[in-house]
């Protein structure tokens, strides 16, 4: 009896009891634990139904979300030296690198396009959390650059969507570097007249927060998102205060002044065509006086 108990019942219950179920079938939200399914989920533009929670969005959604009637094409970037540094840790950064394609289907963590808001033709940048924590390396450098490049070509508004831990470790110094670069290259979108708009993400955190993505002529934030340079632990042991509870949020920072507005995703193509409609009317009454 033992046989047919231990063995045979479990093997015919498991054979009877099978389904087909994908592991992605539902979602779980981050802040309120709620199981919510996946294509529900995914159409209200991974915002939790429940709570409200904004989760990370990968770039080309956000281009499906943002673009007129979902249409955009994507810009060609630049080929970077996959491993300057030979940096290694607990794996080597080249298999690091492998990984992050593998699960996300992206050459880097950043994507550019090019398309309409509102009616107005805009370049956008998306940086992917997904990837390596949405690091800024050499790659996510020129891909900002070549961005500002083709919104200076084309004479078009220049977005970036930030979501990143910081720098990338593995490339030392020359990740460092990309602060200075994306700043000249912003620089040139201002002396041209362009806009840059940046719209901060959950989380826009250390070098990037350092330099792109705080100089912007507007800057929108989605609720509830971490924005910051130092994490809020480090800077109690820091100064042996306690911080305020909302902390480096997007509410927060603008009560105090650091972002313009705080803007629901759903609203966030409506909102981002008006503001760039109004400020190519300034660049445009900018170009008829001279």
Not at 52 to 66: G, K, Q, T, Y
Not at 108 to 121: C, T, Y
Not at 127 to 149: D, L, P, T
Not at 225 to 237: D, H, L, P, S, W
């Amino acid at each position: 009896m033992s046989w047919l108990t231990n063995y045979v019942k479990p093997k015919l219950q498991k054979v009877l009891n099978a389904r087909d179920t994908p592991d992605n079938l539902w979602h779980k939200c981050k802040n309120c634990g709620q199981m919510i399914f996946q294509k529900e989920f995914i159409a209200n533009n991974r915002v939790c139904a429940h709570c409200d929670h904004h989760d990370r969005v990968p770039p080309l959604d956000r281009f499906s979300a943002l673009f007129d009637n979902k249409q955009f094409d994507l810009i060609e970037l630049p080929s970077v030296n996959q491993d300057p540094l030979k940096f290694r840790d607990t794996k080597k950064y080249t298999d690091r690198l492998k990984a992050a394609r593998s699960n996300t289907g992206d050459e880097d963590a950043i994507k550019v396009a090019v398309g309409k808001v509102g009616g107005q033709k805009t370049v956008i940048a998306v940086q992917n959390f997904y990837f390596m924590g949405g690091s800024m390396g050499m790659a996510v450098g020129e891909g900002i650059i070549a961005g500002a490049r083709e919104a200076l070509k084309l004479g078009v508004p220049y977005v970036m969507i930030t979501a990143s831990g910081g720098a990338r470790m593995q490339e030392g110094i020359l990740s460092l570097m990309q602060m200075p670069r994306t700043t000249v290259a912003i620089q040139m979108l201002r002396d041209a007249g362009l806009p840059y708009v940046v719209v901060l993400t959950d989380p826009t955190t250390g070098g990037v927060s350092a330099s792109y993505a705080m100089l912007g002529d507007v800057h929108m934030a989605e609720p509830g998102c971490m924005i910051g340079f130092a994490g809020k632990r480090v800077i109690e042991q820091t100064i042996r205060e306690k911080l305020p509870e909302k902390f480096q949020t997007a509410e927060y920072l603008e009560e105090h002044g650091m972002v313009d507005m705080v803007v629901h995703r759903h609203d966030l193509a409506a909102k981002l065509g008006s503001v760039l409609s109004m400020l190519m009317a300034g660049n445009r009454r900018k170009v008829a006086a001279e």
